[in-house]
Structure formats: C-alpha cells, structure tokens
C-alpha cells in the first residue's frame, strides 16, 4: 500500500471544524458501502473460522454501540468533538487469533489500524488519524496471571497497571511493580513506552523489569521472545509498540516491597521560602537514598498573604520504601529546608499508598484499582523535558515570574538517580539515564469546550515550554515518549528524515537501533502513525 500524506489534525486553525469534517467524511469513506464492510467481517471469519463471534467484536459507524465503545476509552476531551477523525469501524478482540486476523485483513484491505489499550496517549495517536483506518481496541485482552513463587506475572497489554497493582495484592501484601501512578493507565502502552512511577530510583522503569512478550507481527504472527529475536524484543521495551507490531502481553518480574511505607506531602509558596526548597530539592531528589521519591510540582495559585496577587506553589508528593521516623531523620539530615516533622508523615502498606497517592480517603478498598472510569476526559496537553544541570535561585525567581504571568500551566519535576543511573543508555530504547537529574512534566488541564479555548490554552503551554528552553538538555532536547508531543515534529510520509526530527529527542543515540530493526520487521512500513519509527529508505 501507498503512503497516506496526512494533515496535522492537531494543529488548531480556525476552520479547524469544517477540515475536520471533511477528513471525518474522508475516513468513512472507506467502509460507506455495506460490501466494504462485509468484505472485512468475512476475512475476519475466514481467518479465524469463528461466523458466530466476529460479528459481535465488529463495531461499524451505523452500530448504535459504535460511539459508546469509541468514546470509552478517548482519556483527552479534545479528541472527543464532533469533528475528530472517527474511525471507519472498531475491532475489539476477545482472544489473540482475532488480533492475527485484523492485521491481515487491515493489510489486505489497504486500511490503517490504531492501537488502543487505555487510550491515555496525549495525542490521541491510539484511536485518531486523518487517514482512514479501523481500532484495534484491546481492552478485552485484560488477563493477568500472578506466579507469587517465580515472582513474576502475565499481564496482557489490555489490562490497566492499576488492575496489575491489584492482582498482586491478592496473592502478596509484599511484592509491587514499578508502573504508572494512575490506576487506569493501559499496560500496552505505557510498558512499551517505557513506563515509570514512584519507585523507579530504586527498581528503574516498567520495562526493566519485562522479562518477556507477546507480539502479533506485520504478518499476522504470534511471536515470543525466543522466535522474536533480540532486537525487536530490544526495541518493544520502550520504543513504543505500535510501530513494530500488535503487543498482547508481557511477562514481568515482580519486586519486593516492605510491608509499612511512608508517604508525605508537603507545600510551600513563594512566601514560605519555595526557592529555597526548590533550589535544594534538586540537589537532594535525584541523590538521595533510592528508597525515597520526591515529585514535586509547580503551580501558579493564589497568594493567601497578599490579597488579590498570585504567588507560585511547590508541592512536594514523596513515597518512602521505608518507616517515617527513617525518613524524617534522612531529610533532616540532607534537606533541612524542608523542614520535615513526624506528623507530616503517614505509615501504610504499599496498595494503602497506591490510593493514597491517586486522593483516595485512608481506608478506602483496593477495589477502586479495578474501576476504569469509562469515557470520563479533561481537555488537555502535556509536554515533557529533562533537566542536567541545577536551576539556580535567580534563574528559578524569573520562572516564577513567567509561571505567573502565562497564568495556568504548571510543571511537575519527577527526580531520577538511583538504579536509574545504573542502567546503560543504550540497554532499552529509553534512554534518558545517567546525567539526568529529573524529567519535567510540562502541564496544562481545562474545562472550557470549543477550539477558541482549545488556542489559548495550547498556546500557553507552548510559550512555557519556550521560555525554559535555556534551563532544559539541548542537542538532542529530549522528551519522554510516553508524555507524546506532536508539537516536537510530525511525520507527514513515514519518512527517516521526517521521524528523525522527534525520534532523536525520544531515542536520542538509540533511535537509528530501532530504524533498522523497524525495517527487518515491518519492511512496508504497515504499522505506522504520525510519530511512529519509520523504515531506512530504499
């Protein structure tokens, strides 16, 4: 098949909704006719020899479930409008030989697929695309198999990590994984993307602990580690999955956690020495004992000193892998600033901290872990960075300055070091390791329908983003691929040169790896999207 040259759906011009509906009509168009659509159900059929089932996983636009099940999983309300780019219809697998149909049938057809696990992709790349194409929406291949004795676990790329959190809570009160924060993050592609929560100082990412997977390749293959060979099982821990395949599980390996951890948060404003803090907080996170993460976040708020005049906030939220009077002596040791005291610390087991760390009321059951709070969005844009090199406290005082002026965005600063530092750049696509003092999370969440609003808030994230240029790693600028950013470039025609421009910043010295083992796999580039890995030239 060709290469579609799509439009950037994502930029926001004023006749955003007329385009939109027009490339919405452009997408239909494929499966319009009753003939395309049974001409795809019937290699569905035939390639699974399953007449009874495929109809029932098969949702077309003229389904009155089809909007339901679309919007189920949409996580970013700006690609839940009218005029988004549906797709031509929705797949939603119950068992891996229907996902082995739909690439061959998707292929044979000369449709686009979108992979979809929980739809938390910022861009909405898992279930948008200005071409037309088809949702291969995974959500029932949700199965998660816990082996207490080897330590490890099953996890199918469908299931949500707080589903994972859950599932070995069953089984131990003291084994964990290091995986995302919130609860209903989709395992497919938060572990091929990398993934990382609280406790990645002391176990690394999600992906350094997968010790196994399960791939549908470009022909329709169930592959393991063994039959899929070294680089792409390589290049699918952190390189993002999409672009060499359908992941359908991975295999992980456990981590021990104490039975008591600590948490604590604590706030201070720019009246309550937040520079300071700040300033210190850089030197101690990223070096501290690697049982402890502090995130810190920066908001633009209020002052409750001076009536009528906004001040900046700095929250730090910390997870201990320890008791607190431990580590309240560590901190009053290493971050006096702080001023850490017993009562600003809170004992509980390890799931206790999970929902804790997710505004759950102390007490509440782990079963909320399993809610996964269907079609529920905001409207926002996240953007991410890394920084080298402390910020210095003039430096830090003109931030203030901006974040207050642009108004609404915030940042929120996750410290690296620890096993982070130990791990080779090179030995997963991810490669923001050692040098890294923390990753920023450039963010910005609004209420307001309709593109006017869509425009001013993008608008003042970006000029953040600009603004902290100087203070930020420079050539490559990296950013984290889990946080996706179409705004750091875009491929218009799946060529090296166009995916050269973001997968640099993602991949730094690891992106030319994870070209060349995209064009052993997927040599037509099937399995391609607007920042996806693209093949060598021919």
């Not at 999409?242 to 599980?249: D, K, M, N, P």
Request: glycine letters at 8%; proline letters at 6%; aromatic letters at 10%.
């Amino acid at each position: 098949m060709g290469k579609p040259s799509p439009v950037p759906y994502l930029s926001v011009p004023p006749m955003l909704p007329l385009l939109c509906l027009v490339l919405l009509h452009v997408s239909a168009s494929w499966a319009t006719s009753d003939s395309d659509f049974d001409t795809f159900v019937q290699c569905l059929t035939n390639q699974t020899k399953q007449p009874d089932t495929v109809p029932k996983i098969v949702y077309a636009l003229n389904n009155t479930a089809y909007t339901p099940v679309l919007r189920a999983y949409i996580r970013n309300a700006r690609f839940n409008a009218s005029y988004t780019p549906k797709p031509v219809m929705i797949v939603t697998p119950t068992n891996e030989s229907h996902v082995q149909a739909a690439v061959i049938c998707a292929k044979q057809n000369g449709i686009q697929i979108r992979i979809r696990s929980g739809g938390h992709d910022y861009e909405g790349l898992s279930y948008v695309s200005d071409v037309p194409f088809i949702i291969l929406d995974l959500f029932n291949l949700r199965s998660i198999t816990v082996d207490i004795a080897e330590k490890t676990a099953w996890v199918q790329a469908g299931a949500t990590v707080g589903e994972v959190y859950y599932r070995i809570w069953e089984k131990s009160k003291v084994h964990g994984f290091p995986a995302a924060i919130c609860p209903t993050v989709g395992v497919g592609g938060h572990f091929s993307g990398g993934g990382y929560g609280n406790m990645l100082r002391k176990y690394g990412l999600s992906v350094d602990n997968v010790v196994d997977a399960k791939i549908v390749d470009v022909n329709g293959r169930i592959l393991d580690k063994n039959s899929m060979g070294e680089d792409l099982f390589w290049a699918i821990r952190g390189g993002g999955g999409a672009s060499f395949g359908v992941i359908l599980a991975y295999k992980i390996n456990l981590v021990p956690v104490p039975e008591i951890v600590t948490v604590f948060q604590v706030q201070r404003t720019l009246e309550e020495n937040a520079t300071d803090v700040v300033y210190q907080w850089q030197n101690v996170a990223p070096n501290t004992d690697e049982n402890l993460f502090m995130r810190m976040l920066i908001q633009p708020v209020t002052s409750e000193v001076v009536k009528g005049q906004k001040t900046v906030r700095a929250t730090i939220v910390a997870l201990f892998l320890g008791k607190g009077d431990d580590v309240v002596t560590l901190l009053g040791k290493e971050f006096p600033e702080l001023g850490l005291k017993k009562e600003n610390v809170e004992e509980m087991s390890w799931i206790d901290s999970v929902l804790w760390w997710n505004h759950y009321d102390n007490g509440t059951s782990p079963d909320v872990l399993l809610d996964r709070n269907l079609d529920s969005a905001d409207f926002l844009k996240r953007k991410s960075d890394y920084v080298q090199t402390p910020i210095s406290k003039d430096r830090l005082e003109l931030l203030w300055k901006k974040v207050i002026e642009i108004g609404k965005p915030g940042l929120v600063f996750n410290p690296y070091g620890g096993k982070m530092s130990r791990i080779p750049a090179t030995d997963t696509p991810f490669p923001h390791r050692a040098g890294n003092l923390f990753k920023v999370q450039h963010s910005i969440t609004w209420e307001e329908e309709g593109i006017e609003a869509q425009k001013k808030y993008l608008t003042q994230i970006r000029n953040l983003y600009s603004y902290i240029t100087p203070l930020v790693s420079k050539n490559p600028r990296s950013a984290y691929l889990n946080y996706r950013d179409i705004d750091i470039g875009i491929s218009h025609n799946g060529t090296y040169e166009e995916g050269k421009v973001y997968g640099v910043k993602y991949f730094n010295g690891n992106f030319d790896r994870l070209v060349k083992v995209k064009t052993a796999v997927d040599p037509e580039n099937f399995f391609r999207y607007e920042q996806s890995i693209p093949t060598l030239p021919k």
